[in-house]
């Protein structure tokens, strides 16, 4: 039985109300398992694609919802994998800002500076040299403060 129908069969046996259908949390929930089981989510390449699943636990709103609750979930925050490369589960799931979040994306490029390790975007933020320009610069080879170096500034 494939993930994709096994879901469908667990979700089918234990269907209930909970009046949480149209919450965030709710679409959190049905967003990370479409991520992880729908191979028609634009998103599924980089989830259920790369083998990254949904603990069986979480097939089911309730026990997520109740997980969230108790782990310190807000309308302000985001279900984030701890290891980006192991599955949705208790474990290695966490509650974090969209900044934060901004932070773990695999395509992110880690810069030091003066032993500084942070983001392009973070330390754009701290340079206001746009985070593109720092980027672009650190992909021809520049490196250190120079990265930072707002154009025409000496």
């Known amino acids: 039985?494939?993930?994709?129908?096994?879901?469908?069969?667990?979700?089918?046996?234990?269907?209930?109300?909970?009046?949480?259908?149209?919450?965030?949390?709710?679409?959190?929930?049905?967003?990370?398992?479409?991520?992880?089981?729908?191979?028609?989510?634009?998103?599924?390449?980089?989830?259920?694609?790369?083998?990254?699943?949904?603990?069986?636990?979480?097939?089911?709103?309730?026990?997520?919802?109740?997980?969230?609750?108790?782990?310190?979930?807000?309308?302000?925050?985001?279900?984030?994998?701890?290891?980006?490369?192991?599955?949705?589960e208790p474990d290695n799931c966490r509650w974090i800002t969209n900044l934060e979040q901004q932070s773990n994306k695999r395509n992110n490029v880690w810069i030091e500076i003066d032993g500084v390790v942070d983001t392009a975007s973070g330390w754009s933020k701290k340079s206001g040299v746009i985070s593109s320009t720092i980027t672009r610069r650190y992909h021809r080879g520049v490196r250190g403060a120079e990265l930072i170096i707002k154009k025409g500034a000496k």
């Not at 096994?6 to 949480?20: L, P």
């Not at 049905?30 to 634009?42: L, P």
């Not at 694609?49 to 089911?60: L, P, Q, S």
Request: glycine share 8%; aromatic share 18%.
């Open 1 to 88: 039985m494939s993930k994709q129908s096994e879901y469908k069969a667990f979700n089918n046996k234990f269907a209930f109300k909970h009046g949480m259908s149209k919450s965030r949390l709710m679409n959190i929930f049905r967003n990370m398992k479409s991520r992880c089981f729908n191979c028609k989510h634009e998103h599924y390449k980089d989830y259920g694609g790369r083998g990254i699943t949904v603990c069986y636990e979480w097939y089911n709103f309730v026990p997520f919802m109740e997980w969230a609750l108790s782990h310190g979930y807000s309308e302000d925050l985001t279900l984030d994998r701890i290891n980006g490369n192991g599955n949705y």
